[in-house]
């Protein structure tokens, strides 16, 4: 069970934009913890796509945004394109826990 | 560019041990935390622990605790994860992550699939 929740999945059509949220509390995100977001493509590893909640790392297109309020996060993927499918991860800090890297359970984008 | 190299797919039985490596290279080995990550099949991913490279120093998730041992060579940039008293829940692909700081992960390593079949 993880303490930060996704929606299992969002669609949306070329061109579309499709936003994800993740949902945390008062010990991760609403403790003023940064949200990181990483695509997984299919058959691959994560890869780093917006850090400390609203940061493009280069190399990542400018069509990907992030962004945090209170206990949430949102990662929103405009003018969406056919290799935008894969899985999205948010990724939080909760000194809570003794595994205090908090990962969300992850979305499925479809590109319909 | 930052590389993190991983060591190859495994097959082990249950109650083996597995050691991955993760050789990394373009940047300061000592300089950044290395993190270890495990997915399962279709699952999501699951934080296991860091290690320091400069120190040693280590901490793992508690569900971890006693079975997981990350170490490195700092000679040849290289860290390592070991699993020991390996079940067939333990059937994942394991990553190796760059702590750049800030508490994320901006590298991460091909992944190295480990089966736990008898």
């Known amino acids: 069970q993880s303490v930060l929740t996704q929606p299992p999945s969002v669609s949306g059509a070329p061109g579309q934009t499709v936003t994800i949220s993740c949902t945390g509390s008062?010990?991760?995100?609403?403790?003023?913890?940064?949200v990181h977001w990483y695509q997984q493509l299919p058959g691959g590893g994560p890869r780093l796509l917006i850090h400390?909640?609203?940061n493009r790392p280069s190399g990542v297109p400018d069509r990907f945004s992030g962004s945090k309020s209170g206990t949430s996060a949102s990662l929103a993927i405009t003018g969406l394109r056919a290799e935008d499918e894969a899985g999205y991860y948010c990724?939080?800090?909760?000194?809570?826990?003794?595994?205090?890297?908090?990962f969300g359970p992850g979305t499925k984008v479809t590109v319909l | 560019q930052v590389q993190l190299v991983q060591s190859g797919a495994e097959v082990k039985k249950p109650g083996a041990s597995v050691k991955v490596s993760c050789k990394a290279s373009?940047?300061?080995?000592?300089?950044?935390?290395m993190h270890w990550v495990r997915q399962a099949p279709g699952q999501g991913l699951e934080w296991m622990g860091w290690?320091?490279?400069?120190?040693?120093?280590?901490n793992y998730a508690q569900k971890f605790q006693g079975r997981v041992a990350l170490t490195r060579d700092t000679s040849i940039s290289t860290a390592y994860m070991e699993l020991t008293m390996l079940t067939p829940d333990d059937r994942a692909v394991y990553y190796c992550?760059?702590?750049?700081?800030?508490?994320?992960?901006?590298?991460w390593g091909q992944g190295t699939l480990v089966t736990v079949s008898s």
């Open positions: 373009g940047y300061t080995f000592t300089g950044y935390y």
């Open positions: 008062i010990s991760n995100i609403g403790a003023g913890n940064d």
């Open positions: 290690i320091n490279p400069r120190s040693g120093g280590t």
């Open positions: 400390s909640n609203s």
């Open positions: 992550a760059r702590e750049y700081g800030g508490n994320y992960f901006d590298d």
């Open positions: 990724q939080s800090y909760d000194s809570s826990l003794s595994a205090p890297y908090v």
